[in-house]
């Protein structure tokens, strides 16, 4: 069975919200084994969102539809189906009735335009799909072996009437020739390499499997590797993913920090309580991010000690012991200056590591020795002693820089920490994401 997703709605087109709702049907498809094929987002026009949909059933089987089914003009999915469909719409007495009681709980008068949910296909075209938390129920259209389901587009109710109908209906549809019971994918979360040199070091890997499928893709300052399989049973499709897995973990090493929803976070702090180490930072262009990503990790108290955001040279002297003559010799931006703001963070606190972080995030104040998106960083390990420092420069805007810096900072921390720190150049000319 080969399905598509059709997402009806302007402020779809215009970004005033985000299509949570085809992510979440595309989850759902999947864990039937039934074969996504394609998503379109499509604005409140008639014609437009007819077209789509006689597009989408050329191609796929079955068309889920979400958004367009309220009682205002421009609430258009039902017309649109039954116009591709040439299928005539009729009233259900029993939704009227269910509207009418609706209204009269909660003491409001149902208007007109509320008639609208209460279309539905003329018999033998398909029916309706009950939608226990709202207004608008959702419509089925049947034509031959084709079929439209249009849900919703209030995720909560979406979702209800995803799981509670429309995930038995497909599956009492049964499963075609080319389907797979289950389609099962995992996340291979990376941190401190690029998506290009990633693909570099698997690309027999990324390449040369059918089932699983191996990909690379990146975001949010770091890269992941999706493998997918499809399977008759779970443990097939488990067992597939885990032979792949294993080369991959032997081909990246320490590159990987977790998997599926790890966060880089989550991993540093297993390793900090897990050695019973506790930290402090000090930061500068990244004001707090660092430690706002720490200790967004429940129990992170165990090991964060404290953050001090030194954005002034005052405040780096004063509050973290940075000397004035490195400041006037280097500037803030400098090795020298990120090493006295780490160690000095890690003496006032008395922790085991100090963490410090000072550059140029933008959009101004660069220049040809320090231009914008250069951040030094710098790591103290009390126990030794010992010193970790690095030099990256970061595309983006001001918040590209700030996040990506934030991100490699924990990374460097978690790769000390691995014992992996011997193996960074002390300091790093370019570089970033």
């Known amino acids: 069975m080969k399905a598509e997703i059709l997402s009806v709605g ?29 998503k379109t987002t499509i604005g409140d026009n008639l014609a437009r969102a007819s077209a789509a949909v006689r597009e989408a059933l050329q191609r796929a089987d079955v ?83 084709k079929r439209v389901i249009c849900l919703p587009g209030v995720p909560r109710e979406m979702e209800q009437m995803m799981d509670s109908w429309v995930v038995p209906y497909l599956r009492d549809r049964g499963r075609g020739p080319d389907d797979a019971q289950v389609i099962k994918s995992k996340v291979v979360r990376t941190s401190g390499i690029g998506e290009s040199a990633l693909e570099a070091l698997i690309f027999d890997l990324a390449h040369g499997h059918d089932n699983p499928t191996v990909a690379t893709y990146a975001g949010g300052g770091e890269c992941q590797v999706r493998v997918t399989a499809r399977a008759d049973s779970e443990p097939e499709a488990d067992a597939l993913i885990q032979s792949v897995l294993a080369r991959l973990d032997a081909r990246l090493g320490r590159l990987v920090y977790g998997y599926d929803a790890d966060t880089l976070e989550e991993a540093v702090g297993r390793l900090l309580a897990h050695a019973g180490l506790t930290i402090a930072c000090a930061e500068s262009c990244t004001g707090g991010l660092v430690s706002a990503m720490l200790t967004d990790v429940p129990g992170s108290s165990r090991y964060i000690d404290r953050s001090l955001v030194t954005y002034s040279n005052r405040a780096k002297v004063e509050e973290l012991g940075v000397k004035g003559r490195t400041l006037a010799a280097h500037g803030a931006v400098s090795r020298d200056t990120a090493v006295e703001m780490a160690t000095g963070v890690a003496r006032i606190a008395g922790v085991d590591i100090g963490l410090s972080v000072t550059g140029i995030a933008g959009p101004g104040g660069g220049t040809d020795a320090k231009p914008v998106g250069a951040v030094h960083f710098a790591l103290a390990d009390m126990r030794r002693p010992s010193l970790t420092t690095a030099r990256m420069r970061f595309g983006g805007d001001r918040a590209a820089v700030r996040a990506r810096a934030a991100k490699f900072a924990l990374d460097l921390v978690r790769r000390h920490l691995m014992g992996d720190s011997q193996n960074r150049p002390a300091d790093h000319p370019t570089g970033g994401q």
């Open 10 to 38: 302007t402020e779809l087109l215009l970004g005033q919200i985000v299509d949570t709702n085809a992510a979440y049907i595309a989850r759902r498809l999947a864990e039937l084994g039934i074969t996504l094929y394609r």
């Open 63 to 145: 068309v889920i539809a979400t958004g367009g089914l309220g009682p205002t003009e421009d609430d258009l999915t039902r017309e649109a189906v039954a116009d591709a469909l040439s299928v005539r719409l009729v009233e259900s007495p029993e939704v009227l009735a269910s509207l009418a009681r609706f209204f009269g709980a909660r003491g409001a008068c149902m208007t007109d335009n509320n008639r609208r949910q209460a279309l539905c296909p003329e018999p033998g075209a398909g029916g309706l799909i009950p939608n226990p938390m709202g207004t608008a129920p959702g419509v089925l259209f049947e034509s031959g072996v």
